[in-house]
């Protein structure tokens, strides 16, 4: 059975980059038709999704977060990579890695949790000076 865990920093600084790192155990992020996503939840807020890698390596993204958001992986560790850049303190969220069979349609519609396969606990973020 497959296992996520997400890590990083619990307190950022507002202008900095965020990075967060979802470590992937009892199956390969390369394995076909996965989509690995990165979804966060604001204090308060539903769910948001933020972006994916494919199984390929290619990625896709919220267009509202496009700008700012990377998302990249490391075949050696099995892990997945979220870099935000230029946070606020409205980056402040739940953060989370996901898997999906499939390619995640947004929508900009609210975001399920059956929308996706398996899920990390999630890991706190605050940015604030």
């Known amino acids: 059975q497959v296992q996520l865990q997400e890590s990083g920093p619990g307190l950022v600084k507002p202008s900095q980059t965020l990075a967060l790192t979802c470590t992937v155990s009892g199956g390969s992020i390369a394995t076909a038709s996965y989509h690995w996503s990165w979804i966060r939840q604001p204090p308060g807020k539903g769910l948001e999704w933020m972006g994916a890698i494919r199984y390929s390596g290619s990625t896709y993204y919220n267009p509202s977060l496009k700008s700012r958001t990377s998302i990249f992986r490391d075949l050696s560790k099995n892990q997945i990579t979220l870099q935000l850049s230029s946070v606020t303190p409205e980056d402040t969220a739940v953060y989370y890695c996901?898997?999906?069979?499939?390619?995640?349609?947004?929508?900009?519609?609210?975001?399920?949790?059956?929308?996706?396969?398996?899920w990390g606990q999630g890991t706190q973020v605050t940015v604030s000076s």
């Open positions: 996901a898997r999906r069979s499939g390619v995640y349609s947004y929508t900009g519609g609210p975001v399920l949790r059956t929308d996706f396969g398996s």
